[in-house]
């Protein structure tokens, strides 16, 4: 059974760090495109980082480019997002998804075809 489960969120205040971890079960991460999205009160799903299947290239959005870093642990299975300089405009719940179709960045969320279940990040002022 393949299954995606996140890990690692929590409150921290503004400037802070988080890393969040995306464990794989029933599936090779290394051989998928493994996306980090997140989702704030009200507002539609966004993409955050993406790490590809063919090569890991790695793609962020604008607003997170510079403070946020997706990476692969092979041997463990798990992708992180390491996140820093955390600002009150990250608090989201965060989604790490797998486009099992993917050879290079996948950012249109449709197209991923497994989803773990969210970590809440708090960011306070």
């Known amino acids: 059974q393949v299954q995606l489960v996140e890990s690692g969120g929590g409150l921290v205040q503004s400037g802070g760090s988080l890393r969040l971890s995306c464990a794989g079960s029933?599936?090779?991460?290394?051989?998928?495109?493994i996306g980090w999205f997140r989702q704030a009160p009200g507002k539609d799903r966004e993409v955050v980082a993406c790490?590809?299947?063919?090569?890991?290239?790695?793609y962020y959005a604008d607003s997170v480019k510079g403070r946020f870093t997706i990476s692969r642990d092979n041997a463990k299975n798990t992708v992180y997002l390491q996140m820093n300089s955390l600002k009150p405009e990250d608090t989201a719940v965060y989604y790490c998804?797998?486009?099992?179709?993917?050879?290079?960045?996948?950012?249109?969320?449709?197209?991923?075809?497994?989803w773990g279940q969210g970590t809440q990040v708090t960011v306070s002022s």
């Open positions: 029933g599936f090779t991460l290394e051989y998928n495109t």
């Open positions: 998804g797998a486009d099992i179709e993917a050879m290079g960045i996948s950012m249109i969320l449709d197209e991923y075809n497994y």
């Open positions: 790490i590809s299947s063919s090569d890991s290239t790695t």
